[in-house]
């Protein structure tokens, strides 16, 4: 049954030390005020999951909390590369990390196994790739009808998944709009998943059959984070800051700054301040 819990709360009785966990959005709707509530509860040893870490995974790996990251490109979008990531696989500060490297394609179908339980992905990819000579979870197949060689991953299946949405119902659905990324396929290969939302309201009654919800026995908790995918935006409520993108460039490339960002912005922070950090935005959009 999904309960609706302070955000605190959620991630305290769905995260765990040694979890694979998935802080899923695809430019839009990434669960940063999530990733940021784990990055306060200090987490550990922790394997994380996603098709394009970018700020949120810099962060959490910069903190020490990663022992594994599994994904299909890792940079800051529109902007380079991450580097307290870098630092990480490099050097091994703070801590050395274990890498899992796929294709957008190899993560998509391996999210769409996990979800409709199956073991692995079987599909087309990887032709020309210079990946599965890195990754030895990349295995080949051959079609018992066709002959056909084709590529195998084995499915992914989070101990938890969190993401952002726009809205959930008093029963506990889940709504979500726009860019859709691989958030629902998350969800269902979770065996939690915690969402936040903008907000909650009586019914979807007055919306498309055909907008992708989330039934309320895919998920485990619900919270209520107005702004809670900032810097990445909301379809509807807020648009994307561009100037938070840039600037982490700058407070990543030094371990010392950011430290002292982390300590400010996340530590001393709380799930509340993200309504603030948007309503610029809300302007805008």
């Not at 084709?150 to 809205?167: E, G, M, S, W, Y």
């Not at 065996?191 to 939302?197: D, G, I, P, S, Y």
Request: net charge negative.
């Amino acid at each position: 049954m999904v309960k609706f819990l302070p955000l605190k709360e959620a991630v305290a009785e769905n995260l765990h030390d040694g979890d694979s966990v998935a802080f899923e959005g695809f430019t839009h709707l990434i669960p940063t005020a999530a990733a940021h509530e784990a990055i306060r509860q200090g987490f550990r040893d922790l394997t994380l999951i996603r098709m394009t870490p970018d700020l949120i995974y810099d962060q959490m790996i910069g903190m020490g909390m990663a022992r594994k990251i599994v994904f299909s490109y890792v940079g800051n979008p529109g902007v380079g590369l991450l580097r307290r990531a870098r630092d990480a696989i490099e050097t091994g500060f703070p801590r050395a990390i274990e890498v899992e490297e796929h294709s957008h394609a190899g993560m998509a179908n391996a999210y769409e196994a996990g979800a409709a339980g199956l073991p692995c992905a079987v599909f087309r990819g990887y032709r020309g790739a210079g990946l599965a000579e890195v990754n030895p979870n990349i295995k080949s197949v051959t079609c018992p009808f066709t002959g056909e060689v084709l590529a195998a991953v084995p499915a992914i299946r989070p101990d938890v998944t969190f993401i952002h949405a726009q809205k959930a119902d008093r029963k506990g659905n889940v709504l979500v709009e726009g860019i859709i990324g691989i958030q629902k396929e998350a969800v269902l290969a979770a065996k939690r998943a915690v969402v936040t939302v903008e907000e909650v309201v009586d019914n979807f009654d007055d919306l498309h059959p055909n907008l992708t919800v989330l039934p309320n026995w895919t998920i485990a908790a619900i919270s209520v984070v107005p702004g809670g995918s900032h810097p990445s935006y909301t379809h509807g409520y807020y648009e994307r800051d561009n100037a938070a993108y840039l600037e982490w460039d700058e407070i990543a490339a030094d371990r010392d700054r950011f430290q002292a960002w982390m300590q400010k912005n996340v530590i001393e922070s709380s799930a509340g301040d993200f309504a603030g950090r948007v309503e610029h935005l809300r302007k805008a959009a």
